[in-house]
């Protein structure tokens, strides 16, 4: 999945503004025009389209955190520059507070099932002998279970 793709989902299950997306961004310093946030969520064949990169799309995840668990004390957290599924698959579970059966039932309301040891693989270190990299399918199911989930309780 994109940077962008991930972004246009974020936004449209929260269904948040760009003045939002761009307070979000700000809760952890890092500066983005409203410019910058439109051309972000465009899509790749429309005129005017940037791509969202890695350390962008991060800091937005680490504001959504903050955004909705507090900021913690001491050094917030610095935005990581090569950015893959298992850490935006973490910084979301962290963001919405979700346990392992939390996570396994909005992969359900995507009709994905995986099991509790497969499901923690993912938020292992990357040395770690039992890490398992996050594919495509499974954070884009992830994230269509979270617009069931998050969507249909805004309205």
């Known amino acids: ?8 989902r974020l936004r ?6 760009n003045q939002k997306m761009q307070a979000i961004l700000g809760l952890t310093n890092h500066k983005a025009t409203k410019e910058h946030i439109i051309d972000w ?5 429309e005129p005017g389209f940037r791509e969202c990169s890695d350390t962008a799309l991060s800091a937005f995840l680490d504001g959504l955190i903050i955004e909705r668990r507090g900021r913690q004390d001491g050094e917030p957290a610095k935005p990581v520059s090569r ?8 910084k979301l579970k962290i963001a919405l507070d979700l346990k392992a059966e939390d996570v396994l039932s909005i992969l359900a309301l995507a009709e994905t099932e995986i099991s509790k040891h497969e ?10 002998k039992n890490y398992r990299g996050c594919n495509d399918q499974i954070l884009r199911n992830f994230l269509n279970g979270m617009q069931v989930k ?5 309205r």
């Open 1 to 8: 999945m994109t940077n962008n793709d991930i972004l246009r």
């Open 83 to 90: 950015i893959n599924n298992n850490i935006v698959f973490r």
């Open 150 to 154: 998050y969507r249909a309780s805004q």
């Open 119 to 128: 499901l923690s693989a993912f938020f292992r270190k990357p040395g770690h």
């Open 12 to 17: 449209y299950t929260f269904d948040f503004s």
């Open 41 to 45: 969520l465009k899509k790749e064949d």
